[in-house]
């Protein structure tokens, strides 16, 4: 199963490491990122492969979520198929 | 490929916009629960609930980190009590409504429905005494909500009944005075009442429903708000269009979520109920879409005709987003419970006449409102008598949620608390109305064809 992980925040240094590191942590295998900057404000997404997770779906986000509040950013992984659901007819 | 923008929008949505599902509601058949000891029916009940749903909040809570979209409410649903209580050889059915209580505190569940009697053509035993129990019930009751279908385009309207549940609703406001009527809120009155409507207080569990099934409501007056903000000044074919799209989009992410939780808890999949449920929260209400649309105050000319078309257009987009749309499905438009309907009612320009037109066209009725304490209960009763005519007449769910607060008068407001919000106390006219209601009996169902 995919998701996606969007990460929102101020830009600084190591961002991109500290959400890889965690998501490795978890066996958690990023599948495609791509970020932008915008408004000076650092705007990540990723689409990761959750299928290995060591952890439920639920808690994972959980765990991001905390891991966001912690690094002062929004990390959110939510489930790919609401999306497609929402903007794909 | 997904689209970053998307993804933004949708947590935009979420974030900013009060975008949430409002409710995924188990519906639960409680018809093997019978007993002629209403103490072993009452047992029968609470342990068949809490059985049924005692994953229903969990599951709720592990799609909300899933997808990361809110699930406000979860809630159960339960067939008719008068028609499992008339199989009891009691006089009181008060106790099957504190198990109902004490099972949906055990499930977690904020609200459980279905404390309810049909009657649009008559009433048995059972429905007599359930009528007779709803203030009582709403006393002794913290989560319970109570709902009596008086009348329908098939059947007509029972006027007997609506005589009986000005009563019923005055009693209920006495009972539970210290909260300024509360007792009331958690008590509808409906014509052409739906079986899987999910939301509260008007929800039960129909007996042409399954066993168990799994109905979901979803929201965003704020999302459309947002939307139309975006179209200021153009034509109405734009506007109708983007409340299309909108509510395409909110319908698909309860569809989404409704299939999901039916599969985890094993229960079959009823509807989604495509509606617009404002909160009391800033940004959560709909008489500000009718405003955005270009009225000064929600309640003033033209108020109708931009209810309308929103409510025709949230089914519009909705419809195709889901596989089984049911419940109310509408643009509802409860005065305490929005924000915008608050302020419109409190300035004097949103007046009960003018919301009674407005259920010509929106989803359900005359919702959540507060009058003064001293309306007499033929008053309350010639109130659910036109409500009832407007929905039979026109084929329509119509619904009477009033609350004559014990002492208050108008201007005073009653505080409800939580997502109930607070009402200002509105006037009601003053000629009695008690001749018309001492007649009785019924008024016929009226003609389906010849419509010209």
């Known amino acids: 199963m995919k998701a996606v992980v969007t990460v929102v925040g101020k830009d600084r240094v190591g961002i991109i490491a500290a959400v890889c590191t965690q998501l490795a942590a978890y066996q958690v295998n990023v599948l495609d990122i791509s970020q932008t900057v915008m408004q000076g404000y650092f705007t990540m997404m990723m689409v990761v492969d959750v299928s290995q997770s060591t952890l439920p779906l639920a808690e994972l986000a959980q765990q991001m979520d905390e891991k966001g509040k912690q690094m002062n950013l929004s990390i959110r992984l939510q489930r790919e198929d609401i999306f497609d659901a929402m903007h794909r007819v | ?452």
Not at chain 2, 144 to 168: E, H, L, R
Not at chain 2, 291 to 299: A, D, F, N, Q, R
Not at chain 2, 318 to 346: C, Q
Not at chain 2, 382 to 397: L, P, W, Y
């Open chain 2, 1 to 452: 490929m997904l689209n970053i923008n998307d993804i933004l929008s949708t947590q935009d949505m979420i974030d900013k916009r009060h975008l949430d599902i409002r409710t995924i509601t188990m519906g639960i058949s409680l018809l093997d629960c019978g007993h002629e000891d209403v103490k072993t029916c009452a047992r029968k009940i609470y342990d068949k609930i809490t059985r049924r749903a005692e994953n229903l909040v969990k599951v709720g809570q592990q799609i909300e980190w899933e997808f990361g979209i809110p699930i406000v409410n979860k809630r159960i649903s339960v067939t008719p009590i008068s028609i499992v209580g008339n199989t009891c050889r009691t006089d009181s059915y008060v106790p099957l409504a504190i198990a109902m209580d004490a099972a949906a505190k055990q499930c977690g569940v904020n609200f459980i429905g279905g404390f309810s009697a049909l009657v649009q053509k008559g009433c048995t035993q059972g429905d007599w005494i359930l009528m007779d129990s709803i203030p009582e019930a709403m006393k002794a009751t913290e989560r319970v909500c109570a709902s009596v279908n008086v009348g329908s385009t098939k059947a007509g309207i029972n006027m007997d009944a609506v005589a009986k549940m000005g009563q019923i609703i005055k009693k209920t406001a006495q009972l539970t005075a210290d909260n300024d009527g509360l007792g009331c809120a958690k008590l509808v009155v409906f014509a052409n009442a739906v079986e899987d409507n999910p939301f509260m207080a008007g929800a039960f569990h129909g007996v042409g429903e399954p066993e168990t099934v799994l109905n979901v409501g979803v929201s965003g007056p704020g999302v459309v708000y947002h939307a139309l903000q975006g179209v200021k000044g153009q034509p109405f074919d734009v506007v109708a269009e983007t409340i299309k799209k909108t509510a395409f989009r909110i319908t698909r992410m309860g569809q989404i979520v409704g299939v999901e939780a039916s599969k985890r808890l094993g229960v079959p999949f009823g509807i989604v109920d495509l509606s617009l449920a404002p909160t009391p929260a800033v940004g959560d209400s709909v008489a500000r879409i009718l405003e955005e649309m270009g009225l000064e105050v929600c309640g003033t000319h033209g108020t109708t005709a931009a209810l309308a078309l929103l409510n025709d257009a949230v089914k519009k987009g909705g419809v195709m987003a889901s596989n089984h749309v049911g419940g109310l499905s509408g643009a509802f438009i409860p005065v305490s419970e929005d924000e915008g309907m608050i302020a419109a009612a409190e300035a004097g320009v949103l007046q009960l006449d003018k919301l009674e037109a407005m259920t010509c066209v929106c989803s359900v009725g005359l919702d959540m409102i507060a009058v003064p304490g001293d309306t007499s209960a033929e008053t309350i009763s010639a109130i659910i008598a036109d409500e009832a005519a407007i929905g039979m007449v026109n084929s329509k769910t119509t619904a009477v949620r009033i609350i004559p607060a014990p002492g208050k008068v108008v201007g005073d407001r009653v505080e409800m608390g939580g997502l109930l919000g607070s009402a200002p106390v509105m006037p009601v006219h003053g000629q009695s109305s008690a001749e018309f209601i001492a007649r009785g009996g019924r008024i016929p169902a009226p003609l389906q064809s010849l419509k010209n």
